[in-house]
Nanobody, 121 residues
């Protein structure tokens, strides 16, 4: 059974920072998605199994950084210069396959429970 547990969400003022963590039961390529009420879950960032390749949606490039600590089976999302429009529930997700269409929700097989990030203006 693959388990993903997110942590690190919270309330922060615009311009502030948060770091999300996703602890897993093994080593996987990993993605972060986010969702607001009434909207589809959208891709935020992805890191390859090796950690050598990272990908971001345009709206977070230069502000968010995805990284991993394979010794701890943990993936991080460092979020800087946060904006009110970053407010959402953030989910980490893992695919069964090592190489996937990383921005597609249906490429991922396992999901965490989500953590709320709220950015106040």
């Amino acid at each position: 059974q693959v388990q993903l547990v997110e942590s690190g969400g919270g309330l922060v003022q615009a311009g502030g920072s948060l770091r999300l963590s996703c602890a897993t039961s093994g080593r996987y390529a990993m993605g972060w998605f986010r969702q607001t009420p009434g909207k589809e879950r959208e891709f935020v960032a992805h890191i390859s199994w090796s950690g050598l390749n990272t990908y971001y949606t345009d709206s977070v490039k230069g502000r968010f950084t995805i990284s991993r600590d394979n010794a701890k089976n943990t993936v991080y999302l460092q979020m800087n210069s946060l904006k009110p429009e970053d407010t959402a529930v953030y989910y980490c997700a893992a695919p069964q396959k090592r190489y996937i269409a990383y921005a597609r929700r249906d490429a991922y097989d396992y999901w965490g429970q989500g953590t709320q990030v709220t950015v106040s203006s």
